[in-house]
């Protein structure tokens, strides 16, 4: 970044709060030992220091999005698949909300076109890819056709 980084994003990103969600290999897992409303490792000032989080990754995210566009050499991926009513959408406007839109791009699949279905079900998912120095977001995949 011209003038050096943003010193928000030099505070040390905590990622302490994903060890409580986190599976290991060969851990038994019981979806039931989890309250669907739990504030987890957040406590009472949960959503305060969540969006403090937030601030720090989208900062973050956006040094990365402007070293990413300026080597051209990689694009990145991002595919979120959920049900409707799941929060994609939600997800992608909050995280993405900092990120330089001429470099990011979101792609959704819906119903297949005329055109669409005169190719392979992999066809679509390919031209939407992303450029190099670009990120691309799929709003579902293939998953659900495949």
């Known amino acids: 970044m ?31 030992k989890f309250a669907c409303n739990s504030a987890g490792p957040f406590g009472t000032t949960g959503k305060q220091r969540a969006e403090g989080l937030l601030g720090i990754a989208i900062a973050r995210l956006a040094q990365l999005q402007e070293r990413l ?14 049900m409707d009513g799941s929060g994609k959408d939600s997800l992608m406007s909050r995280v993405f909300a900092g990120l330089n839109p001429a470099g990011f791009q979101v792609t959704s699949f819906k119903a297949p076109t005329a055109p669409e279905l005169d190719h392979d079900f992999l066809w679509r998912h ?21």
Do not use: C, M
Not at 12 to 28: H, P
């Open 126 to 146: 390919q031209l939407a890819l992303p450029q190099r120095g670009r990120i691309g977001v799929f709003n579902r995949s293939h998953y659900e056709e495949t």
């Open 69 to 82: 566009a300026a080597q051209d050499r990689w694009s990145v991926l991002l595919v979120f698949q959920g």
């Open 2 to 32: 011209a003038g050096g980084e943003n010193s928000v994003v030099k505070q040390k990103f905590d990622t302490g709060f994903a060890e409580s969600y986190t599976v290991r290999k060969g851990a038994r897992f019981r979806l039931a």
